[in-house]
Every structure is written in C-alpha cells, then in structure tokens.
C-alpha cells in the first residue's frame, strides 16, 4: 500500500511506532555502553540489571520493526547515541525518566492502536509498558 493510499490515522500509527523503535534502539545502545562503563564490587548489580535490559529493550525494537513493515511502513532510523553520563547514579536518574517517558508513550500508541482496531497491537503496547514502568522501578530501586 503506497502511503498516499493510508489513512491519516494509520499514517500517524506508523510515525508513532517508529518513534518508538528509535527510542528503543537508542535505549538498547545507551545501557550496553552502560553495562561496558560500570566497574566495581559495589555497582555489580547496576551493571547487571542494565546488560539484562539490553536484551529486553532488543526485543522491543524487534517487535516494533517487524510491526511497523506489516502496517506497510518502513522503519527508519535515526537513532540518538548521546553517550550515558561517567556517574552511575546520573546514569540511573537520566534513565528512570527516560522509561517513564517510554511507558506515557506506549499507553498513547495502545489507545492509537485501540482505535485502529489492532487488538494484538493494543496489548503489545500495554505490555511493552508495563515493561518500561518495571525498568523504571528497578532503576529506582537500585538509585536507594
Ligand atoms: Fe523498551
Ligand atoms: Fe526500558
């Protein structure tokens, strides 16, 4: 489907998944060179919970991706590789706002999705959510 031919509504569910999957790819970049910089005894657990992250945020992007060229999208990417700050807790408060922007996001692209009558879609987004809003409570809990 060409995408003069897309509703003005699909359209926008498109452009807001693929705003996702760069939030996602930047994301994923950022904790593995977030993983790689943590030393020490002390932040092991840090370290830990960012490299376990990774592999969650990979799988965000994926679904995204593959989601977006089945609404007849393109991914596009445009990822931001600003690098994670040198401090770990500046690392941690950065990124716990950063997943509760990503959960606000995904409850907005479940309601898109809701509309659009993608009921896969709706729960995917909802999940993804509930995903970034228990990244976030870690981060706050690891923070103390
Ligand atoms: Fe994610
Ligand atoms: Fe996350």
């Known amino acids: 489907m060409s995408a003069a031919k ?3 509504n699909r359209e926008e569910l498109i452009q807001g998944l693929n705003h996702a999957l760069n939030r ?3 994301t994923f970049l950022r904790y593995m060179i977030s993983a790689a910089k943590i030393k020490g005894i002390v932040n092991a657990p840090v370290r830990d919970m960012y490299a376990a992250e990774v592999k969650d945020e990979i799988g965000h992007a994926t679904y995204l991706a593959d989601k977006i060229v089945m609404l007849g999208g393109n991914p596009v990417l ?3 590789l600003t690098p994670p700050a040198d401090d770990v807790l500046e690392m941690l408060k ?8 990503d959960v606000e996001g ?7 999705a809701d509309r ?7 729960l995917r987004m909802e999940d993804q959510a509930a995903d970034e809003a228990s990244h976030a409570e870690m981060m706050t809990r690891l923070l103390g």
Do not use: R, T
């Open 6 to 8: 897309m509703s003005s």
């Open 24 to 26: 996602e790819v930047s």
């Open 78 to 80: 445009n990822p931001d």
């Open 94 to 101: 950065y990124d716990i706002a950063q997943e509760k922007i």
């Open 106 to 112: 995904y409850m907005k692209l479940a309601e898109m």
């Open 116 to 122: 659009e009558g993608l009921a896969e879609l709706k």
